[in-house]
């Protein structure tokens, strides 16, 4: 993509009304515009990042076996009142509206309600089972507070699965099947050695749900956790109870901040009993889904990653979700020949199926360096003189700036992904 044609342009000022640090720098580099507190657009850049998010997510609940789907935003009232869930007493974020033609209906917050009621038309027997189904879905949650950035929206993207099983082993290993994706998808992103699967607190029938959280001075959790032994527990659960459960004392037990990745939940037989959601048993008898809840909040993840992974002049994004490996950065002047020459580049990058954003602006080579700082491309390929005299190109690398000199073969040999080799 050629910069000059990215409508977005960067900030050097700070949004006046923007604290957290994330939107401040996703801001401020073109990737998200800020729409209304705890409401954010994901524009080109930011959106390239959100889709390999994405598209690791996908790949690992795929591996296990999840099928994708998309659920409805705009929700029946009736589904949720079943469950006693509909008051505002009982879930603290709804965002409601009614209808022209009469009756009141919810704005998706999450989908478990009316997932496992639409699944009564698709399960009847035993053989139906196991189902595991998952979405990329826009939440829409009226969050009393918003300061977090796009790690707190008022509308923001989670992936959301739900598995029904027949009983509590084949359900049981499929939880733990999703612990063990979750964490390699953690792992893929960068954030792996930062997040822990924390004993958190549960819901209507385990005293427990597992939480991924993610160490961040940026996050609003707080968790006691033990690197060696593996172990962590929220804060909201801490209890000499809790931790003689989990295996480890007080004392072995380190404070940190942390924000929510994840969340999965076991449901038992419960939620399908409220719902009425049964199969017919091989004996004849109708018994209801062993269930699971499985969340991932995909955009706040990016808002941890830019926490994490940032310094004084912008961005550093890991590899793997990074919205171009490489950034051209042309500094020809008004050498029409060596402008010439970075078009070809640019071009060769292309035609090997590199993804490149080519600075090819007329801009002093400062302000060029430092956008591409803030925009935190793991990659910079500078074009100059010297490339043109000696037949080198500077690489630099965003994250330790250090710096190679490659020919134009090495070049595409670095950038070109091993598949396609
Ligand atoms: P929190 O405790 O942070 O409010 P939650 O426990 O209500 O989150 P879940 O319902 O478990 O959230 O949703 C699954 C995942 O979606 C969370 O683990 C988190 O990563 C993400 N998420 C939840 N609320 C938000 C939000 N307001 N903005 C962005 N991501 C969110
Ligand atoms: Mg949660």
Redesign the pocket.
């Known amino acids: 993509m050629k910069q000059s044609r990215l409508f977005t342009k960067t900030r050097k000022e700070i949004p006046a009304d923007e604290v957290a640090k994330n939107a401040q720098l996703l801001i401020r580099a073109g990737y998200a515009y800020k729409e209304m507190a705890?409401v954010y657009a994901y524009l080109p850049l930011g959106l390239r990042v959100l889709e390999k998010i994405k598209t690791i997510v996908r790949e690992e609940m795929d591996a296990i076996g999840g099928q994708e789907l998309i659920m409805t935003a705009l929700q029946r009232k009736e589904v949720w009142e079943r469950t006693d869930r509909w008051s505002d007493e009982a879930v603290d974020v709804w965002f409601k509206s009614s209808l022209k033609a009469g009756g009141e209906i919810g704005f998706g917050w999450?989908h478990e309600e009316p997932i496992a009621e639409m699944m009564k038309g698709y399960i009847t027997s035993y053989k139906d089972l196991p189902i595991a189904v998952y979405q990329f879905q826009t939440?829409l949650?009226n969050?009393l507070r918003a300061k977090s950035g796009?790690?707190?929206?008022?509308e923001?993207v989670?992936k959301?699965m739900y598995s029904f099983s027949v009983g509590e082993e084949d359900h049981t290993q499929f939880y733990n099947a999703v612990i063990e994706a979750y964490k390699r998808v953690f792992e893929r992103l960068g954030i792996g050695a930062d997040t822990f699967v924390t004993f958190a607190s549960g819901g209507a029938f385990t005293k427990f749900s597992h939480?991924?959280q993610t160490i961040t001075e940026a996050g609003?959790?707080v968790i006691y956790i033990n690197r060696e032994k593996g172990v962590a527990i929220n804060a909201e659960v801490l209890s000499d109870e809790a931790l003689a459960e989990i295996g480890v004392s007080r004392d072995e037990l380190t404070e940190v901040k942390t924000?929510?990745?994840?969340?999965i939940f076991n449901f038992g037989r419960q939620k399908a009993e409220d719902v009425g959601l049964s199969y017919h048993a091989e004996d004849g008898s109708d018994v209801p889904v062993w269930m699971g809840s499985y969340?991932?909040?995909v955009?706040?993840?990016m808002g941890v990653v830019v926490e994490k992974f940032s310094d004084d002049r912008g961005i550093v994004w890991p590899t793997a979700i990074a919205p171009f490996a490489a950034h051209l950065v042309e500094l020809s002047g008004n050498d029409r020949e060596l402008k010439d020459f970075a078009d070809g580049v640019y071009q060769g990058l292309r035609d090997r199926g590199i993804e490149v954003l080519y600075d090819d602006r007329d801009a002093r080579a400062g302000e060029k360096f430092a956008d591409s700082d803030l925009m935190g491309i793991p990659y910079r390929i500078i074009v100059g003189k010297r490339t043109k005299e000696e037949g080198k190109f500077e690489v630099v690398e965003r994250a330790t700036g250090e710096v190679m000199l490659l020919s134009e073969d090495e070049l595409y040999e670095k950038f070109v992904t091993p598949a396609l080799k």
């Open positions: 705890g999450s939440k949650r969050e796009i790690m707190r929206g008022r923001f989670m959301d939480e991924f609003e959790d924000a929510e990745v994840g969340n969340g991932i909040g955009t706040r993840l």
